[in-house]
């Protein structure tokens, strides 16, 4: 940890839904001496959160909308971490100033199209820089992430070679939505209903490369699969349709492949799905999931149709959230299945308590936060780069500590 910046972490965004709960977990767990700042527009609002952390935080002012602010803000810490969204709208020049400056950055984007744009404006200033920008550091995408990891690294001491076929199942989610969440997926969706160039990206399989032209073709690598589960693993029973986070998670997977030179493997396939066990009645559920999902991208052309008003009195407003008692009834259980190039078959499951997007979240983000800050040292390489690449074990024994169930066991 020791830097020579005036504050090891600032938290932009405490005032908001999951940064508040954020920063209530970060206060937590903050070790003795590290000095944390939380920052955003409205001191009023950031000196009420900071009287409640009953400890000493300090309130920094900073418009998202200023890029000069922003950048004096970088210079000062040495982690940033921001829940300021939606991103596509409100996040490049943040980005931009900690890319500059050298400093680490975290978010919870899970907007495919602003990553992107994040890797090919910042990704080679941020490896000049020495830089760590770690976009998805929340539900999105750190579970999908780091269960391929540890796969790949079982795999490899096992001496099995490397990952082929692999496919995430969702066995069990229970969650609520978010005002931030719902305005981060409209404006994504708004984005991609006034431009067939975006529509193209989102759905190339390797958006997120910064190494296009190196990727493997592996046909089709589809967001809305409909498959049987027996088909994914024997253990398994019933039928899975795309998970609504597939579109995303799938291309941060496949992204830490490639910043590790595929060490995962030239031929290795990634999907998401959500699992509707219970016999031939789970061909219904699951088929609509499929469908569901590969329509993604015709509906989102109808958003730029949808007034605003329209759209904001349907979804949950910015600010709002589950309730405590809600959040408290959530959870995710995900189980990642592969096979090796020897034929070996593994599993890994990741599964936590609390509601996905932010009670689990908020432990996911601040253990993020807690690794850039704490445990720099032992950190990957710098760049626009994934949770697994950036933070890797170090990030998956935090969150062990902190109650996930995280487990990697060979199947044959």
């Known amino acids: 940890m020791p830097t020579s910046r005036e504050y090891d972490l600032v938290f932009f965004g405490a005032t908001g839904f999951v940064g508040g709960l ?50 004096a803000m970088a210079k000062r810490t040495a982690v940033l971490v921001s829940t300021v969204g939606p991103y596509t709208e409100l996040g490049a020049d943040l980005v931009r100033a900690c890319a500059e400056n050298g400093t680490d950055y975290a978010d919870l984007a899970g907007e495919p199209l602003f990553v992107r744009a994040s890797i090919l404006a910042h990704h080679e200033t941020a490896r000049a820089t020495g830089a760590r920008i770690v976009h998805s550091s929340g539900f999105d995408s750190v579970p999908s992430d780091l269960a391929v990891k540890l796969l790949a690294d079982r795999a490899h001491a096992d001496g099995e070679g490397d990952l082929c076929e692999t496919t995430m199942v969702v066995r069990a989610i229970r969650g609520g939505l978010s005002g931030g969440t719902a305005a981060s997926g409209l404006a994504h969706g708004r984005t991609m209903s006034v431009s ?57 997977v496949r992204r830490s ?55 904001g009195a349907v979804l949950p407003g910015r600010g709002t959230g589950p309730s405590a008692r809600s959040r408290a009834k959530g959870y995710f259980s995900f189980a990642t299945y592969t096979t090796t190039a020897s034929g070996a078959e593994y599993r890994a499951t990741f599964a936590m308590d609390g509601d996905p997007g932010y009670a689990a979240t908020a432990v996911i983000l601040g253990e993020s936060a807690l690794a850039l800050a704490v445990d720099r040292e032992q950190l ?33």
């Not at 030179?261 to 499929?290: I, N």
Request: hydrophobic letters at 45%; glycine letters at 10%.
């Open 22 to 71: 954020t920063v209530e977990y970060l206060v937590r767990q903050l070790p003795t001496g590290l000095r944390l700042a939380i920052a955003g527009r409205r001191r009023d609002a950031l000196e009420s959160v900071a009287r409640s952390a009953g400890r000493d935080v300090d309130v920094l002012v900073a418009d998202v909308r200023d890029p000069a602010a922003l950048d």
């Open 196 to 252: 067939a160039a975006a529509r193209s990206v989102a759905r190339d399989p390797y958006s997120h490369s910064h190494r296009r032209w190196d990727e493997p073709e592996l046909g089709p690598q589809s967001d809305g699969r409909f498959v049987s589960l027996a088909a994914v693993s024997p253990e398994l029973s019933g039928w899975a349709g795309g998970f609504f986070m597939a579109f995303h998670n799938t291309r941060v």
């Open 257 to 311: 492949n490639t910043l590790t030179d595929w060490s995962y493997g030239r031929r290795f396939k990634y999907s998401e799905v959500m699992a509707f066990p219970g016999g031939p009645l789970s061909l219904l559920p699951a088929g609509a999931a499929a469908i569901g999902m590969s329509g993604v991208y015709g509906a989102s052309r109808l958003l730029a149709f949808v007034p605003e008003s329209v759209s």
């Open 380 to 412: 990957g390489q710098a760049g626009v780069i994934t949770p697994a690449v950036a933070m890797g074990d170090v990030l998956s024994e935090r969150l062990r500590r902190a109650n996930a169930r995280i487990d990697v066991d060979r199947l044959r």
